[in-house]
Nanobody, 124 residues
Framework: QVQLVESGGRLVQAGGSLRLSCAAS????????MGWFRQAPGKEREFVAA??????YYADSVKGRFTISRDNAKNTVYLQMNSLKPEDTAVYYC???????????????????WGQGTQVTVSS
């Protein structure tokens, strides 16, 4: 069983920055593909960013502003969010895919485990 625990979400002003963290349990967590998704009120969950075998992938809406990274020693993946906009307001979820092959896993159903989410609110 893999557990994912997100943290770092809070209220921030537009133009500000936040770093979200997702700590993963499991002996082989460092080999998992990891992703970040978000869901705004009344909207469907959408892909934000993913990391797989050293490759990173981003949604067009966040490209150039968000950066996904990971610290394998800590089994933690991060999402650095800069130049935040009100439309970035959402609950952010991290997800893990146990069997990873270096592909761009951008769909929610490609992931095996999910965290509980952390709220990010960007005020205008």
């Amino acid at each position: 069983q893999v557990q994912l625990v997100e943290s770092g979400g809070r209220l921030v002003q537009a133009g500000g920055s936040l770093r979200l963290s997702c700590a993963a349990s499991g002996r082989t967590a460092s080999t998992y593909a990891m992703g970040w998704f978000r869901q705004a009120p009344g909207k469907e969950r959408e892909f934000v960013a993913a990391w797989s075998y050293g490759n990173t992938y981003y949604a067009d809406s966040v490209k150039g502003r968000f950066t996904i990274s990971r610290d394998n020693a800590k089994n933690t993946v991060y999402l650095q969010m800069n130049s935040l906009k009100p439309e970035d307001t959402a609950v952010y979820y991290c997800a893990a895919r146990v069997r990873a092959g270096g592909y761009a896993y951008t769909r929610g159903n490609e992931y095996d485990y999910w965290g509980q989410g952390t709220q990010v609110t960007v005020s205008s």
